[in-house]
């Protein structure tokens, strides 16, 4: 049985790399994790949040599924956001989406993909509530960019929905949610405004979404 020797020497030539280019590197991030961030993202391979955003392991708390969903009944995200909120007191939700996203547009194909139809009934009800602006668009490269956006804001309002956030809020921690999306093909972020730090500017943003 093979064992992926390649990454086995990746590894260990990056583990070296790191050791002489910074000596306390791995004994720093054993003593602690304390991020400020928490990023929740679409799993797609070739959106590396740490990289695109230059922080270091141990600066970003990630959760990622396909196409950034934060939804009421999954209870692995949940899980993450109640820790990086209560127990690593975090500041800062980034939701961030990605133009190009597979789970976006398999959303909108009129063809079966098997049991991730499911997950991704979430972005077509989505699409239904923005259906008429969405219509006005007549490139489909420029919807699926447009419901990529609409998908991120969306999930911000639900992650402003959580008791979670809600609780934080009501006890004064500071928990800002950011919506953003990044671009494969130039590798840069796009700050989309629709970021919230209340329960007043989540309403706020849910009435006017």
């Given amino acids: 049985m093979k064992i992926l020797s390649r990454l086995f020497k990746n590894n260990k030539k990056w583990a070296a ?15 602690q994790q304390a991020p400020e961030y928490l990023w929740i993202g679409c ?25 950034n969903l934060v939804i009421h009944t ?8 109640q820790y990086a909120v209560d127990l690593l007191k975090i500041r800062h939700v980034i939701v961030c989406g990605h133009y190009g996203c597979g789970g976006i547009k398999a959303a909108m194909a009129d063809k079966p993909h098997g049991l991730v139809d499911n997950w991704l009934r979430h972005v ?6 923005h259906e008429r602006k969405l219509n006005v668009i007549s490139s489909k490269p420029e919807r699926l960019r447009r419901l990529c956006e609409l998908n991120v804001v969306e999930q911000v309002i639900n992650v402003g929905n959580t008791t979670i956030v809600q609780d934080a809020w009501g006890r004064g921690q500071e928990v800002a949610i950011h919506g953003w999306v990044y671009d494969i093909a ?20 849910q009435k006017n979404r």
């Fill in 17 to 31: 790399e790191t050791c002489a280019s910074n000596p306390e590197f791995f004994s720093r991030l054993v003593a």
């Fill in 43 to 67: 799993s797609d391979s070739r959106v590396p949040a740490n990289e695109i955003v230059g922080l270091q392991p141990g600066e970003l708390f990630v959760h990622r599924n396909i196409a």
């Fill in 74 to 81: 999954d209870m692995n995200c949940l899980s993450v956001l």
């Fill in 124 to 129: 077509r009800d989505i699409h239904h509530r």
């Fill in 186 to 205: 130039d590798g840069l972020l796009k700050d989309l405004a629709v970021s919230i730090t209340s329960f007043k500017e989540w309403d706020a943003l």
